[in-house]
């Protein structure tokens, strides 16, 4: 189906570890988001990307890692995690055209840091 | 800092009631301007854009826009209960590859 998915939906993982979230859209939107989502926060951009090998921080880019070697693809990796990296992780995407630039969003992964 | 603001609620209305959103936006260069629902461990779904000062109608709903101002609103007419969620005011950030700039959402409850 297209659109837009991010796996896994659930993970659970220990202080230090790496982690990687992927997300996968159909749409070959040029552009890409990583954001998350927390209590008292909102969402926050953490990374971005507006084609393939091209990326940039957000507002909160520290201690993650990001690439984009296939338009489709975004995966965002955690280097070594921590416990205030607990959150709800949303990965979104908008095709160019004109100034519309409309996210849709994926389903989220909920990511616990033990 | 860009700042997007929301009254976080909670909202409450009765069924079949407007039910009026806010929100104001800190970057004038700003020129794309969404609204999200969010229910409760979902994740956000787009229902409304606006580009151009005045008003936008797409069914139950209606986007006004005031660039002067730095203003945004929604108006959700003949509320549902199933319209109950977190709304989120989205700005586009020119500066960031067009990322979204979001409040933090108002919560809004439509009782039967």
């Known amino acids: 189906d297209a659109g837009i998915t991010q796996s896994p939906r659930y993970k659970i993982t220990e202080t230090g570890r790496q982690v990687t979230l992927m997300c996968h859209q159909t749409w070959s939107h040029s552009y890409m988001f990583w954001y998350r989502q927390d209590l008292g926060h909102g969402l926050r951009l953490i990374y971005y990307s507006a084609a393939a090998d091209i990326t940039d921080k957000g507002e909160v880019p520290d201690g993650y890692v990001v690439s984009r070697s296939k338009t489709e693809n975004f995966p965002l990796t955690l280097e070594s995690a921590t416990r205030s990296q607990t959150s709800v992780y949303f990965c979104?995407?908008?095709?160019?055209?004109?100034?519309?630039?409309?996210?849709?969003f994926g389903p989220g992964t909920r990511l616990t840091v033990t | 800092q860009k700042e997007v603001e929301q009254n976080s609620g909670p909202l409450s209305v009765p069924e079949g009631a407007i039910a009026s959103l806010n929100c104001t936006y800190s970057?004038?260069?700003?020129?794309?301007f969404f609204w999200y629902r969010q229910y409760s461990g979902k994740s956000p779904e787009l229902i409304m854009s606006i580009y151009s000062n005045g008003d936008k109608e797409d069914g139950r709903f209606t986007a006004q826009l005031n660039k002067a101002s730095q203003y945004v609103s929604l108006l959700i007419r003949d509320s549902q209960p199933s319209d109950s969620a977190t709304y989120l005011c989205a700005v586009n950030d020119p500066d960031s590859g067009y990322a979204l700039n979001f409040g933090k959402g108002t919560s809004l409850l439509v009782t039967p």
């Open positions: 979104a995407s908008t095709g160019e055209g004109g100034r519309s630039y409309e996210q849709y």
């Open positions: 970057d004038r260069v700003s020129q794309s």
